[in-house]
Every structure is written in C-alpha cells, then in structure tokens.
C-alpha cells in the first residue's frame, strides 16, 4: 500500500491570501498550527503538511475505502528532513515529503513496510495536457523502466476508485496518483524480487 500527494508550491491558489482564513483552524490540529506559527516559512510547510495529509488519507483508502477525508484528524510530525509520521484514527504511516522543482512531493507507506521497493515520480505538464491521463502515464512508463517491461504492458485500473497497475500475466501493484497546478506524480509499490 502506498499513497502520495503533490503540491504546485508556485501555483496562485497556494499563496496566502487566496486562502480562506480559517483554513489553518479547519486543516491543522494545535500542534501542526504551532509550528506553522514558529516556522520561518509558513507558506511552505502549509502545503508540505498537507501533502503528507493527502498521502496518508490515501494509503488509508487503500486499507478502508469507507475512510472519510478530515484532514485535522491526520496529524503529521515531521523531523528536519521532511521525513516522519502521519497518526490518524485507527492507522498510522510514514511519510516523506520531498521538494522537486517547484512540488511538494509527499509519500505514504505503512510502519511496517519494508523500505525500498517503491518507484515515484513528479513531472511538469504543459498547459492544456489532461494532468489525469498525464499521471497516469508517467506511473506506466517510469515503473515499465524499473520493471524491464514495455509501458503498453501495463494498465491503470480503479478498483472501488482506488488505482491499481495490472501487470502482464495477472496481478498488479499498488498504486496512487496526483496531479496539481503544473505538476503531476505518482507513488508505486514495487514487488519484491
């Protein structure tokens, strides 16, 4: 199970004041609300908390589809290198948050997932592209690399809405998608080999 969330910092909607103004009190708890208060660059740790929000919810999806997005409800902790926790009810993930450019790229995978065996990636789209179709091909292509494979060997497929990358011969991979702004990115659990 993965999730992952990207975050177009350059975008015009991520700026302060296109922001409503009880939107910190609505997505962070206390704790995330007080580092944003002592933090150097709020704007930045907004969006790089809410990336890891939006990954764990969806790797939670993938354990309960029935889960219910309250983002005050997913706490982040995060150490200086972006990398840390994310609790919710019921769950709790890993979670590393990664700048690419002008993204905020978040992962999510469960405490108890070995580590490696996980492809991702962000790319820039140009205006006008279908960040969807976008997203999805970048997953097809970059994971067919890592795989040996060819990317018209695969197939994104949605199970209960939650993406999947069905492989040649049966089986599939987990899989999660993003897209904002200018950016599009994925996160794929790679099978162990």
Known sequence: MVGDDVVDLADP???ADALHPRFDARVF???ERAALAASADPGRLRWVL???K???YKLARQRD???VFSPRRFGVSLGARLSGRVLWPGGAARVRVRRVGDAAHATARPLDAARGGLARGVARIAPGDDPSREARELARCSVARRLGLDPRELRVVRRVRIPRLELPGGGSLALSLSHHGAFVSFACELPLR
């Open 50 to 52: 809410w990336a890891a």
């Open 54 to 56: 939006e990954a764990a």
């Open 65 to 67: 589809p029935r889960v």
């Open 13 to 15: 909607e991520v700026r």
């Open 29 to 31: 708890a206390p704790a």
